[in-house]
């Protein structure tokens, strides 16, 4: 019963949060006779918790993130893809990084208001920022909460430059405020694709958009005239590093710009959820998995050094960089995203102004 219940989630362990000095633990004898579905669907339901921030942006100080700011609507995410490096923050809220990441997720009513008065405040000058950088900006609760479009508006009122990643369609809700940016070159939308096989983005990704929705969403935004990037990411070998090349491919037929890619790592407690999740969908290869990250890493499932983490190092590394070359080239050529235009930026908007936007 245990394993239905998780199998809706992408973690299968709840790690102990590394700042708590106590450990709540299941009652046993619930586990063992509770046996009604209901019980366990009620068990199961994400929470909405709403949180106030005193700021909204994030500066990004890696080197191997081409953003100067990062926001975040939203703190956990209910996508619960297993291998998501944001988990572990979610243990400075007094959460755990395994199905609390997934379950309960901090909700920032007030973000589109601290954004706007950070962008119009006395110093401020537009510098690239992104939507995103922790958890999904686009998650399922983003369709009733709607903060991110609000966002978007406070941006697209100051014409301020914006990238957008995420793994769900719903950004085509927005499609009339990313054109209307998009004809300014203010926005770039990177969509994440790991994989061109439903199961595994089921098991790997288990409440994100459909494979097929996501290439949809390529496609509709492209065709909107918005510069779409999408990331393969990660790539996991032995789970989907095979795709890579008809992953290209199929990007580019969809009518993406460019794309990218970035090899798995498992910081923090990552490491041992993804073992055990590998132990669950793929025990017959779990080993063998785990030894092939470790390969390009250094002989760990984890390195933090700004140039390396991202690509990895070792054999296996080098392999997966020249099959994305030659797929980028003969499927991309040349292609690059387009510069954000900072000089449409204005502070002040009169009342005049807006009339004509």
């Known amino acids: 019963m245990v394993n239905q219940l998780y199998s809706r989630r992408g973690a299968t362990h709840n790690p102990t949060n590394r700042f708590e000095n106590r450990e709540l633990l299941a009652d046993p004898d619930y586990l063992n006779y509770c046996q009604l579905e209901d019980d366990w669907q009620k068990e199961d339901q ?106 978007l508006e406070v941006l697209y009122k100051y014409k301020h430059p914006v990238g957008i990643i995420t793994k769900n369609a719903l950004v085509l809700r927005d499609l009339d405020i990313l054109k209307k940016m998009a004809e300014e070159n203010l926005v770039h939308v990177s969509i994440s694709i790991t994989s061109l096989d439903e199961d595994i983005r089921k098991k790997l990704e288990p ?9 949809w969403a ?74 092939l990250i470790k390969e390009l890493h250094g002989g760990k499932v984890n390195d933090s050094r700004y140039g390396t983490r991202m690509r990895g190092e070792g054999e296996w590394a080098h392999q997966i960089y020249n099959q994305f070359q030659v797929a980028k080239k003969r499927y991309f050529g040349n292609n690059k995203m387009p510069e954000y235009n900072t000089s449409a930026f204005r502070k002040e908007v009169s009342s005049q102004m807006s009339l004509f936007d």
């Open 207 to 215: 409440r994100t958009a459909s494979i097929h929705k996501r290439l």
């Open 46 to 151: 994400t929470s909405y918790i709403e949180v106030f921030p005193k700021s909204i942006l994030n500066k990004v100080d890696s080197p191997d993130i081409g953003s100067a700011y990062s926001m975040n609507p939203y703190q956990g995410c209910e996508h619960g893809c297993i291998y998501c490096y944001a988990r572990n923050s979610h243990e400075y809220w007094g959460y755990n990084a395994g199905s609390d990441f997934e379950r309960v997720i901090l909700v920032k009513k007030n973000a589109p208001e601290l954004l706007e008065q950070k962008i119009t405040s006395k110093n401020w000058v537009p510098k690239s920022i992104m939507f995103s950088g922790n958890t999904d900006c686009y998650q399922p609760i983003e369709a009733k909460m709607k903060i991110t479009r609000q966002m």
């Open 218 to 291: 390529v496609q509709q935004l492209s065709r909107a005239g918005i510069p779409v990037n999408v990331m393969l990411a990660p790539m996991i070998p032995g789970i989907n590093a095979h795709q890579l090349i008809p992953l290209v491919k199929r990007v580019a037929e969809a009518g993406a710009t460019t794309a990218n890619y970035l090899v798995v790592r498992l910081n923090g407690h990552n490491g041992i959820l993804f073992a055990k999740w590998l132990g669950e969908h793929y025990p017959d290869r779990q080993r063998k998995v785990l030894n």
